[in-house]
């Protein structure tokens, strides 16, 4: 099956700065990868998304790229503000019949 | 909610107890499915239901149980079985189709 690696699980940042959280998968067959931010004691909200016949994809202060060949997608923040601190989750999945599988998460702490 | 419900907010169950976590959609969902996270941990899937009258256990359904008798709704129930059951409960379901996942706003279950 599917196996996601997530890092770092916690990353503290100065406001102003960027943060990338980087995520690795196993298996070549996933084509769908979405990022979730998860404020505390809220739930999970969907981001920003990449499928795998694209590298890159921008959504004002996010990013997410896509590096096929190495089973690798990261999630990119720049400018960070206080209100960006929270949990962000990333997943894989290879179809819409089959269960993501998501990473542990990783806790972004933005200092004002 | 995003068209997601889930009731109570919070819930405290006595030992021996089972306990329903309701989870009700109105956005025309196939697919529905139930996380449960703990404090500082990824989401670990429970049980998920791809079509009416049809579910599949996931990662940890021991302790656990669902019906799915109409699209709109479905309930987990946790059993007495289940030893350790404080934990937040999250609903989520998907459009069909490789999209990502929208999230009830969860149950937070203590024993007491």
């Known amino acids: 099956g599917e196996n996601v690696e997530q890092h770092p699980s916690t990353l503290s940042v100065q406001e102003g700065d960027s943060a990338v959280i980087k995520c690795t998968y196993s298996d070549s067959a996933s084509n769908y990868f979405p990022w979730y931010k998860q404020e505390l004691g809220k739930r999970p909200q969907l981001i920003i998304d990449i499928r795998s016949n694209v590298g890159e994809k921008k959504d004002q202060r996010i990013a997410v790229t896509l590096n096929k060949t190495a089973k690798h997608f990261s999630l990119h923040i720049t400018e960070t503000q206080p209100e960006d601190s929270a949990v962000y989750f990333c997943?894989?999945?290879?179809?819409?019949?089959?269960?993501?599988?998501f990473g542990r998460g990783t806790s972004l702490i933005v200092h004002p | 909610d995003g068209g997601i419900t889930q009731s109570p907010k919070y819930l405290f169950r006595k030992e021996g107890q089972n306990v329903t976590l309701s989870c009700e959609q109105n956005?025309?969902?196939?697919?529905m499915y139930w996380y449960r996270q703990d404090p500082g941990q990824g989401l670990r899937l429970i049980y998920y239901s791809q079509i009416v009258n049809d579910f599949q256990k996931g990662d940890i359904a021991e302790g656990y149980s669902v019906s799915r008798e109409k699209k709109e709704s479905f309930p987990l129930t946790v059993t007495s079985a289940q030893k350790n059951p404080t934990a937040f409960y999250l609903c989520a379901t998907d459009k069909g189709g490789n999209y990502g996942y929208t999230f009830g706003s969860g149950t937070r279950l203590t024993v007491v």
């Open positions: 997943a894989a999945r290879q179809g819409g019949s089959y269960i993501p599988t």
């Open positions: 956005l025309n969902h196939d697919a």
